[in-house]
């Protein structure tokens, strides 16, 4: 609860920017520029004069939308294979894990960001490197939760009355096995919101004039000395986030667990 709490108001505040900010990210102050906190700018202005908490819900509302929709392809593609390779085996399950052993020899975030080099930077780019890179540990998830299930008693069951393959997975194995999908995609979320934070951070992420919390700590780096919270409040705003998921994740395994 202490999670969906913290992720709810997170969330609701990220997507309620274009009513509750109190400027548009790009709107910029020319007298206030670096200003500190005052009644007109909450949080104060960064370097360009622009109102850092409006740039700060703004650039929540970007990074935890690409964050929930760059998981969603890689969720969909490895519970589909995961499946297969677990209930049929053989060459399917072969075929299926090579792939994987492949994908995972490489470091995660080297990968990712050779993969948005080759594809171009942007969000584009990060849908592609996530879409190739982030599903095979959902695939390696599901078949290993797969491999117990078709031995159960309710599958052979299944088998002995005739009941079709399409049908025994989608009836009697998924409902078994894509919970706990679903509970490490939370903690994916996470995982890639800092991915897009960090791509962000090294220019290769979100492109200006979009806010991204990973360029407002790139560039609110230089001012640490006189303006900390420039960098600061991004990068608390991320751990935040990834609190509020984290404890999600663990609830919905607890919620989801089959019986």
Same mark, same amino acid.
């Given at each position: 609860?202490?999670?969906?709490? #913290?992720?709810? #108001? ?22 206030? @520029? ?78 990712? @960001? ?74 994916? @979320?996470?995982?890639? @919101? ?9 220019g290769l992420g979100v492109q200006p004039p979009t806010p991204d919390w990973g360029a407002m700590i790139s560039d609110g780096q230089q001012f640490l000395t006189t303006r900390w919270e420039l960098a600061t409040f991004p990068g608390l705003a991320v751990v935040l986030t990834g609190i509020g998921l984290s404890l999600l994740g663990d ?9």
């Amino acid at each position: 609860m202490t999670g969906l709490l #913290l992720t709810g #108001l997170l969330a609701l505040a990220f997507l309620l920017a274009p009513v509750i900010s109190p400027y548009a990210p790009d709107h910029q102050d020319l007298y206030g @520029i670096l200003s500190g906190p005052s009644a007109r700018h909450l949080l104060g202005t960064d370097e360009l004069g622009r109102d850092e908490l409006s740039r700060l819900l703004w650039a929540g509302r970007t990074d935890l939308l690409v964050g929930v929709l760059a998981v969603v392809f890689p969720f969909c593609l490895g519970t589909v294979l995961g499946t297969l390779a677990g209930f049929y085996g053989g060459w399917v399950e072969t075929t299926v894990m090579r792939v994987v052993d492949v994908l995972i020899a490489f470091p995660f975030y080297v990968l990712v @960001i050779a993969l948005v080099f080759v594809a171009g930077t942007g969000i584009t780019g990060i849908f592609i490197a996530f879409a190739v890179a982030d599903w095979v540990v959902y695939a390696r998830i599901v078949r290993s939760a797969t491999l117990v299930v078709r031995q159960s008693d309710y599958v052979a069951a299944a088998r002995t009355g005739g009941v079709g393959d399409l049908r025994i997975m989608l009836g009697h194995v998924l409902p078994n096995t894509v919970t706990q999908a679903i509970v490490y995609s939370m903690s994916d @979320i996470v995982l890639v @919101i800092v991915a897009v934070v960090t791509l962000g951070y090294l220019g290769l992420g979100v492109q200006p004039p979009t806010p991204d919390w990973g360029a407002m700590i790139s560039d609110g780096q230089q001012f640490l000395t006189t303006r900390w919270e420039l960098a600061t409040f991004p990068g608390l705003a991320v751990v935040l986030t990834g609190i509020g998921l984290s404890l999600l994740g663990d609830g919905l395994a607890e919620v989801l667990r089959p019986q």
